[in-house]
């Protein structure tokens, strides 16, 4: 881990400069300092590049996954957890972070963005979007309604045409899902392909768990307004239905003030904890509309069906009546009779399994080599034994993409 200074101008041995990769590759993330979906991507990604530089904003190695401290990060600051809490305060300040990064000792830059990593420069930079800023074109999802998000939506207007300015200039775009893509046109003009994240990992248990005894709901999700869990409280207090919240967040006092007895929060846990806590439940609640929503696939990967919001990301990885339902509106009478309904059918686990074989890794990387070889070989951008697996598929999924 590094100075500011450090990450403006890496070192020869952290740069790469002294490695026997083919090609010198970054991948750049907005910050490191939760465990969601668009990390799991990046700890993918740097499984499947050739020893790649992780370069970020703020790390806080107790908050995000445990194995970033086996990788190559090197980010402006380094934070304690009660410091990384709060640091969505300075989000500004990373901005200009990025747009001072010095890249030019990278052959290829990898951006994972929803936030300001799509700031930095480079010839040939790659961006895989989870989304663009939501709090600068959809501030009334993230900071909750009122006459606060008005002024903060004046407030932030006058970045949106540098911000657009610097989603522009990259080599290359793909989106994470529809509903991503769609953002990308209507925000910034841009027209990407969809590369589904990869659902992998050792953390994902090869047999699903039986059904659990006692009927108890769950819910996976970072605490902001726009994931709206007050929505899963409501519902499951109607059902008089326990409920477990993992995950924390700005809105978690907010939530409190409204859970009964029967809600559970149980703040942020391991993988090995997670794994326990979807067994544990009978039905997996995913309120907020999602860019992709990575909590439904990785429900039924344990065997646990979901109940999710029917816009967004959910419509892509929710099959309704098979894996779970979708559920218009934020009704809580709604949610609720939608969950009553799916406990009722006690979905098989292997089923639900099974079906999210399409969104595993091997689909991602084919997908990913086949996009990434219009501006660099996959050869010399990808682990040997990442290609070796993955040749016969590339000339196909090309065909698809293009």
Known sequence: MTTSESLARPQPRTAGRARKAPLRVAIVHDFLTQRGGAERVVLHLAEILRDPVILTSVYCKDLTYPEFAELDVIATRTLEPASAERFRRHALSYLRGFRKLDLSFADLVVVSSSA?????????????????????????????????????????????VPDRNAALHHAGHCA??????????????IRAPVIHPPLSGARLPARPAPLPQVTTALVVSRLLPYKRVDIAIKACELLGLPLTIVGTG???????????????????LSDVELAAAFASAAVVVAPGVEDLGYVPLEANAHGRPVVAAKAGGALETVIPGVTG?????????????????????????????????????????????????????????????????LEPDLEAVQAVLS
């Not at 990434?372 to 070796?388: G, N």
């Open 116 to 160: 300001f990593a799509h700031h930095v420069s480079h010839h040939r930079s790659l961006v895989y979007w989870h989304s663009p800023p939501r709090f600068l074109y959809d501030p009334a999802a993230y900071f909750g309604g009122g006459l606060a998000t008005r002024a903060v939506r004046s407030a932030l207007a006058p970045l949106r």
């Open 176 to 189: 994470n899902s529809m509903a991503t893509a769609q953002r990308l046109e209507r925000c910034y003009g």
């Open 250 to 268: 700005p809105s978690e006092a907010s939530l409190r003030a409204v859970a009964g007895r029967g809600v559970t929060f149980a703040g942020s």
């Open 325 to 389: 339902e979708l559920v218009g509106g934020t009704d809580p009478r709604s949610w609720a009779r939608a969950i009553s309904e799916l406990l009722d059918r006690r979905l098989d686990p292997g089923s639900l399994k099974l079906a999210t074989v399409p969104f595993g890794a091997r689909a991602f990387d084919s997908s990913f080599a086949s996009w990434m070889s219009r501006w660099v070989d996959p050869r010399e951008a990808l682990r040997t034994e990442v290609m070796a697996a």
